[in-house]
């Protein structure tokens, strides 16, 4: 349907206003949704404004059709030279303005990718914590080990030390044993002393018998008598020394008696039981050390554990990060669409000749889609496009395809 | 010993995130900013076992990067995964017929990223 009054430049302020409504439509829900419905109220403002104007009193050669340009059917545009001042100017401001949108797009972008940077930043800086922590522990374990065979061979040492002093302890009661036979000796050999005694007192008193039969002889026993004297001296020196060294032997063995007696009880003591108490001590330093290396092993399996669902969690974040990405390439997309739309109406104010039309970036804009999110968007505030039956709810994507 | 992985996309925040995922993983990364300069990388000598390549990128895109590379001999077997927001289902046919091993779709969550990963990586041991 063709009309042949022309396209009031208003109309077209509103066609653009509609058309960077699709395309903001088309990017991220939530602000840019909400330019899309400022854009879009903004062109029904425009449209309200001014009722369609008369036609002009002139329509020269350069006329074409709207819908070449606007898409919205039927209406026929006056050439450039014929728009009056005031609606030129319209469409100039609308430059600023779409160069404000794309600037927009791009702080946007920037932002959220800072932001993105920063979020993955401290998610590094969590792995490496919670690694650090990892390895620490793993070190005290590592530590815990040795501290545990350090003192294993000391233990391998003093049992080895242990049998020896027991064997030294036998070798002693058995010397023990040799002494006190000795002292045993000692004691009978005060019997051959005794009988040397009785010897010599003997001897004494037959020299005092020899000496009183010498001196009833008169002279003739005087050299008797004289040999009964040296023997009764010499028994008295026999039996003094017997007695003397009687007396010496039982001391000696005495006192011999009485060292052995009081050596003999402690005898076992003080070695093995020390080194048994060592050991006992030892053992149960080994055994704690052991409980502690046991409790340290599960808190690492716990730290590991723990670390894996970080690392899963901390996976996830990242992940979910990815959404900059989408966001960048559709806000991207639409600046982009923005840039021509800017490029058209330049061409629209300076009375371009040949242009493309409004509809053909629509339609370009459409065609350059790549996420199917885009292309529901599109339909939704664009409409022509090819919305499923369902627009609201979207199609589960399948995000893993293995060949 | 890591295995590596040589990720290729044009958005910085997208390498500086997978990198973190995989490393925190235990693999080892290598990037590049587009195919073109993947290319170049594996001509040098980068034997990466795995390659995971965006399809919308400057300068040399995702499809010719998989092409380029399949010609390589050292690369002829590495797997190679797509990660993109494309939806065309004829580019997804075109990357198989390429030679690509699988297509993902973005946004992936890290578990699955790592499992696919861990699946497809045992044939390039």
Partial sequence: MVFARPLHPRRWLAGALLLAAALAGAAVEGAWASAALICAAAAAFVLAQRPRP?????????KRRASDFLGFGGV???????????????????????????????????????????????????????????????????????MRAAVAVPGTII??????LAERDRMIAGNYQGLEQLAQEFHELRGAVDVISQVAD????????????AHRHGEAGKAFGLIATEMRALATQTAEGARNVGQRINSFADRMQA??????????????????RLMGELDAAQAEIAAISARLGELIAIMEAGHGDLVHSLSDILGRLQFEDVMRQRLGQVGDALGDLRALAAEA??????????????????????????????????????????????????????? | MSKTILIVDDSPTMIMSLRSTLEMNGFAVESASDG????????????????????????????????????????????????????????????????????LVKPLSGPDLVGVVRQVLPAAA
């Fill in chain 1, 349 to 403: 104010a300076d009375g371009v000749d040949g242009r493309r039309s409004v509809r053909d970036l629509l339609e370009d804009q459409q065609r350059s889609y790549v996420m199917e999110s885009q292309k529901v968007v599109h339909a939704v505030f664009g409409g022509g496009g090819e919305a499923p039956a369902d627009m609201a709810a979207e199609a589960p994507v399948r995000r893993i395809e293995l060949f």
């Fill in chain 1, 159 to 164: 049992a080895r030390l242990s049998a020896m």
């Fill in chain 1, 259 to 276: 060292q052995i007696s009081a050596a003999m009880p402690g005898r076992n003591d003080a070695g093995t039981q020390e080194v048994a």
């Fill in chain 1, 202 to 213: 003997k001897a004494f008193f037959l020299a005092v018998n020899a000496s009183v039969e």
């Fill in chain 1, 76 to 146: 026929t545009i006056l050439g450039p030279a014929d728009l009056p001042e005031p609606l030129r100017e319209d469409i100039e401001a609308t430059l600023p303005f779409l160069d404000t949108l794309r600037g927009q797009i791009d702080g946007v972008q920037q932002d959220v990718a800072q932001g993105v940077m920063a979020v993955v930043e401290q998610v590094e800086v969590v792995s490496r914590l919670s690694t650090g922590q990892r390895e620490r522990i793993a070190h005290s374990l590592s530590g815990v080990s040795t």
């Fill in chain 2, 36 to 103: 073109a300069r993947a290319l170049a990388m594996l001509e040098g000598g980068l034997r990466p076992h795995l390659i995971i390549t965006d399809i919308n990128m400057p300068n040399m895109g995702g499809l010719e990067f998989i092409r380029g590379a399949r010609a390589l001999p050292s690369c002829r077997f590495t797997p190679i995964l797509t990660l993109t927001t494309e939806s065309d289902p004829a580019k997804r046919e075109e990357s198989r017929r390429l030679g690509a091993t699988g297509w």
């Fill in chain 1, 54 to 62: 008369a036609p002009p009193p002139f329509i020269g050669p350069m």
